[in-house]
């Protein structure tokens, strides 16, 4: 198997080095109420209570079979949880809550345009419409457990009644982002193998009305170009009754759902029990070879696992109203707006659009007027919605009690205003690291047991057992100032099964760099590796400083970097592309494009101009390059290797260093001219 090599430039290396933070303390007032206040959570959380532990997440769960064995490690890293148990995850997001909160609102579905009114859902029109769903995808699409589905939806609340048909089914699915590219979205149904592509006609987005199904063509037709037929494309109607775009149906292949579902009223359909370790879902994710991976969760570990973090790190009590910002295409959305809340029965906040639309004020209107209490955001919407409204919180009879923040380092300042402006003083803030492999939190704050530190995670949440390693596998000690590679000592029920269709890879990107022996059934010889920077302070808590791998964090969402240099390559002007990290006041990082051209070739806005469209194409606007630099060579080593180190100190403003090895060092000057400019 290759050594992981990590990259020229780390986003971990460029980090900012914020200085240690005072502690703010959790009022009384959320104390009071909070589901965990007792501090013996942390010895019943222990390593040598590892992993019966857990059985404390899986009892917050119905199973229709009790498990045998809380963990089989006899296959290292393949991590078996709750075996010989089974389950269904829709009964456990839906079909449980009836016989007392039926008429509870299980879904608040906020359009972007204010003038359309707020859906509520409660919990039996989620059973209906789920129930109905998920019999035509079994009697008019043939789906049976097992199978794949790829869903491409925008945030309505469609999305997670699709999904949950899918789980009722144990039907795999795999949403993804519905910002990416038609490309994008048929990369991931040939490598998942779908058949059926799930979409929606139209969206609301940023003011404007979106068409979506043109993406769905697109995707079809790049599929078949892998040989991959795409026979069914289901269309939602954003406006029921109403087909919103003017993308034509390909007859005998699309169907609106909204009208094929009327031969389906009433119709029940039983869950059906899964073995604990059937596939709930893929989540692609970007990673360091290029090809996005789709990594595989589990259904009764991870449903165990977000609804133990949900209740007790983002304090979810049935009575909630709870708002997650983030898209459900992403990790952050599956595990925090659908599968994590709906197990506990509260009431979930979808909002289609952006958050600053109309105005920096709209979040707050939404809040106040569905009495959210409980918000979920990350530092990139939260800079934003600083620099757009800086008193405009204020404005607003909102009253959080638990605020978050995930998906990249927080800086204290912004921390701060989260605080004091948004939260008003009275709620608490938990900044929870964790990643899309990962299923739920990793590191966090107990909000009741442990106080804030802006700028910090925290210490591992219950039952996780964080360690940071130097390249050569010794312990970094806690409080030593020494940045290293995060690892976690021990497996945990809410972690990823393995990469769909690449279990090598799997083993190779996360566990062998750490492994201290490849025969060892032990867990304990098996550290998980995140791939992130990270320091801990004399506290226990961590720091995180970004990604040690070619992955690029572009306001919360991973990129990889050889992603956007294939992109770019599809131009064939281009001879040679390279991407590196650089700082941005918003979106934390963004990617600057360098570019070389073939000979003979000479620059244009032009040539410019069609890579960022083969970029767009390709991915989707969210890898949008900062800029696209032509310069006239790379710098290279000796032996002809691209110097991303070089590129990513000019970007960002940094002394390059020691260049007098390059093969070109010439070129570094006329290159930080161009860029200086
Ligand atoms: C980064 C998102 C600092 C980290 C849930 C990780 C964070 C990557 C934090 C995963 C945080 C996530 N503080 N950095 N609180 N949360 N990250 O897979 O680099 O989209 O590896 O999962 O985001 O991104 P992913």
Known sequence: MAERKPADISEAEIAVHWQEEGYFHPPASFIAQANLTDETVYDRFALDKFPECFKEYADLLDWYKYWEKTLDTSNPPFWKWFVGGTINACYNCVDRHLPKNRNKTAIHFVPEPEHEPVHHLTYQDLFVRVNELAALLRDFCGLNAGDRVTLHMPMVAELPITMLACARLGIIHSQVFSGFSGKATADRIVDSESHVLITMDAYHRAGKLLDHKEKADVAAAEAKKEGHAVDKVLVWQRHPGAYSSPTPLVAGRDFILNDMLKDYRGKRVDPVPMPAEAPLFLMYTSGTTGKPKGCQHSTGGYLAYVAGTSKYIQDIHPEDVYWCMADIGWITGHSYIVYGPLALCASSVVYEGVPNHPDAGRPWRIAEELGVNIFHTSPTAIRALRRDGLEE?????????????????????????????????????????????????????????????????????????????????????????????????????????????????????????????????????????????????????????????????????????????????????????????????IKGRVPDLYVSLRPGINPSKEISARILEAIITQIGPIARPRKVWIVPDMPKTRSGKIMRRVLAAISNNKDPGDISTLANPEVVDKIRDMVGQ
């Not at 709620?427 to 739920?440: C, F, K, L, M, S």
């Not at 969402?557 to 006041?585: F, M, N, Q, W, Y």
Request: one cysteine or more; a negative charge.
């Open 393 to 585: 919180p204020k404005k607003y009879n909102h009253h959080f009690k638990h605020m978050t923040t995930v998906g990249e380092p927080i800086e204290p300042e912004v921390w701060k205003w989260y605080y004091g402006v948004v939260g008003k003083r009275q709620a608490v803030i938990v900044d929870t690291w964790w990643q899309t492999e990962n299923g739920g939190f990793l590191c966090s704050t107990v909000p009741a047991l442990r106080p804030m530190k802006p700028g910090s995670a925290g210490p591992g949440v219950p039952g996780i057992h964080p360690v940071i390693f130097d390249e050569e596998g010794n312990e970094i000690k806690t409080g030593s100032g020494k940045a290293g590679n995060i690892c976690i000592r021990n497996p945990w029920p809410g972690a990823f099964q393995t990469i769909w269709r690449d279990p090598e890879r799997y083993v190779a990107q996360y566990y062998a760099r750490y492994c201290r022996d490849r025969t060892s059934k032990d867990w304990r010889d098996w550290p998980y590796m995140a791939g992130d920077g990270a320091m801990q302070a004399e506290d226990g808590y961590y720091r995180i400083l970004g990604r040690i791998d070619d992955v690029i964090n572009v306001a919360g969402h991973r990129l990889g970097t050889k992603e956007i240099e294939s992109a770019a390559l599809v131009v064939a002007e281009v001879a040679e592309a390279a991407v590196v990290p650089v700082a941005d006041e």
